[in-house]
């Protein structure tokens, strides 16, 4: 699925998926980089992202995989 990172001006890190119409805030961070591992909604849906170098900026799309609660 297609997932918009951003960063608002406070520094909080939020998801944004358009077919869901849902944003929810980042809460925790499997790498301090993000990039590459699971990232966990305020919502607590579980967001698979992919490799990217850690100075990628934000806003940016990529293509993440949502984790089922049996993968978790």
Known sequence: ???MI???LSGVLS???AKKDLEEPIV???KPEMWG???TL???WQLELP???AATTL???VEARKLQESEV
């Open 37 to 39: 591992g699971v990232v």
């Open 6 to 8: 951003r960063k608002s």
């Open 42 to 44: 305020a919502n607590g």
């Open 59 to 61: 806003p940016i799309t």
């Open 51 to 53: 490799e990217m170098d």
């Open 1 to 3: 699925m297609k997932v």
């Open 15 to 17: 998801a944004y998926v």
């Open 28 to 30: 925790s961070l499997e």
